[in-house]
């Protein structure tokens, strides 16, 4: 019997907290999904404060997942410390609150869950997320093997998901908050997708209100970013797997309004 694992795209703002508080459990019920994985570090727009992650967690998450904005809540570096179930890169220096990578128990099996961060074009004092990726896998010994791997570039995803192709169960993209439309099964078993899209407003840009973007390509002075009002839409990406040999069986996109 397979197991259900749905990856959910990068949380945007209260609207899009909202959105996954409201449909997630629901969902999850309706198609019998086992395990969770949400990315959240946008649920604070830019950041994500201990209360919107708590506010994840109660929505029906099983883990949160981070990326380049990290740092930006120092607020949330003790609750790193404190709960195994967020996760932040794992090549972030070794001194930084918090893990990147954590194994789970489930009814059908432990699951490990491994957070990367991409370095085209992000700003981030990182290790290389390919040899560290290639280094962990030598070491995990859990059948089920989940990696979000939030970077920029498309490239850079998908030459991750071939060189993880056989060794973790599936392999998405988070960060760019446009939901590509290659989900599939590698030829050796894992699952993928370049970028599970996002939770948040739908006439937005990535999230954010489109006058404001507009207004940052057109030269106005920075200012907070300020999540898009309107219609919300959660993306992500359903998974199926064989719990006995941890090979991904099917790969769906989803999008909920």
């Given at each position: 019997m397979s197991v259900k694992i749905l990856a959910v795209g990068d949380i945007c703002g209260e609207p ?172 050796k078993g894992t699952g993928y997708i370049t970028d599970l899209g996002m939770t948040g407003a739908v ?44 090979r991904c069986l099917n790969a769906e996109a989803v999008r909920l309004l």
């Open positions: 899009g907290l909202d959105f996954l508080s409201k449909r997630l459990r629901d969902y999850r019920t309706e198609q019998g999904i086992d395990f969770v994985v949400v990315n959240g570090e946008n649920a604070n727009v830019v950041g994500v404060t201990p209360r919107q992650a708590d506010a994840i967690f109660k929505a029906g998450a099983d883990v949160i997942t981070l990326g380049n904005h990290t740092w930006t809540r120092t607020e949330l570096r003790p609750y790193l410390e404190e709960r195994r179930k967020i996760l932040r890169p794992a090549n972030f220096g070794p001194q930084c609150p918090g893990r990147g990578i954590a194994a789970y128990h489930t009814p059908f099996g432990d699951v490990c869950v491994l957070n990367l961060l991409g370095r085209f074009t992000l700003d981030n004092n990182t290790d290389n997320p390919f040899v560290i990726a290639d280094g962990y896998m030598a070491e995990i010994r859990e059948k089920i093997i989940l990696v979000d791997f939030h970077a920029e570039g498309t490239s850079e995803k998908r030459a991750m998901g071939f060189m993880l192709d056989g060794k973790a169960s599936a392999v998405w993209g988070t960060h760019t908050h446009v939901q590509t439309s290659d989900a599939c099964v590698l030829p006439q937005s840009v990535l999230g954010i209100d489109p006058e404001q973007s507009i207004g940052k390509f057109m030269g106005d002075p920075p200012r907070r970013y300020e999540a898009a009002k309107g219609p919300v839409k959660l993306e992500g990406c359903l998974f199926e797997i064989d719990p006995e040999t941890g």
